[in-house]
């Protein structure tokens, strides 16, 4: 399903997304060594639940999952990069943590991705990571305007991704938004420009460019839900839902 936003719905949009952004801030200001992936989960829940809105995570029962995902945040540390099952850890200094969130406000979804460093050891290694997935998502954004096709954005991003020498996995990648979270189109993290669905004013989409040093290949935790570097590689994460516009793209998850 591919939903084309009214006037109306984008505006709800907007404020969705505006508060995946706050809460995510807020996140990032908080963590430091010694939190615990737990208590980011529970503030996640009093942010969602303080602004009147509901969690898209808490009753994902994706096929590719292990029953409901029974939690309101992603919390993903090193290796691991998608869908990172909260568990009872204290972050260490200079791990690298990826917070992944989505969440439903008025009727309409919002999903953005944050990947940082916690504490003063800041190693030059996740840096580069974070900083390859960053530019990359700051590329396909570029390239989405009405017109384009989806095609262009997977190479923009994909262009970046690979420049950097990072392999790129195609399972996972970004997709459509609006009532629901996942929805097409998907947009892979590297292709071709002039293929696929071409965009329309009032198309959400969420683009995550997301890496792994030195493989493509994902492992699953025995959670069922955390995806890692088939290698034990670090991993980082970047993400942003925006919507399509006569005039381009507008970022909705910008963060303070």
Known sequence: ????????????????????????????DRVRVGTNLLEIDRWTREMIEDAGAV???????????????GHYICTSVNDAVLHGLPHDYALADGDLLTL??????????????????????QPPA??????????????????ARPGARVGDLSHAIGTV?????????????????GSTMH??????????????YVLRPGLLLA???????????????????????????????????IAITEDGAEILTLRA
């Open 1 to 28: 399903m591919i939903e084309i936003l009214s006037t109306t719905e984008l505006d709800r949009a907007r404020d969705t997304g505006a508060l995946v952004g706050r809460i995510l801030s807020t996140l990032r």
């Open 55 to 69: 969690s898209s995570y808490v009753d994902y029962a994706p096929s590719f999952g292990r029953g409901p995902f």
């Open 100 to 121: 992944d969130l989505a969440v439903s406000l008025r009727g309409i979804v919002a999903d953005s991705a944050v990947s940082f460093v916690v504490g003063p050891t």
């Open 126 to 143: 996740s840096l580069a990571l974070i900083r390859a997935t960053e530019e990359a998502l700051a590329a396909g954004i570029a390239a």
């Open 161 to 177: 991704l690979t420049a950097a020498g990072y392999p790129v996995n195609t399972e996972f990648g970004g997709h459509g938004v």
């Open 183 to 196: 929805q097409d189109p998907h947009v892979v993290n590297i292709g071709r420009p002039g293929r696929g």
């Open 207 to 241: 683009l995550e460019p997301w890496v792994m040093a030195d493989t493509d290949e994902l492992a699953v935790d025995a959670d069922g839900w955390t995806l890692r570097s088939a290698t034990g590689a670090l991993t980082a994460h970047s993400e942003h839902t």
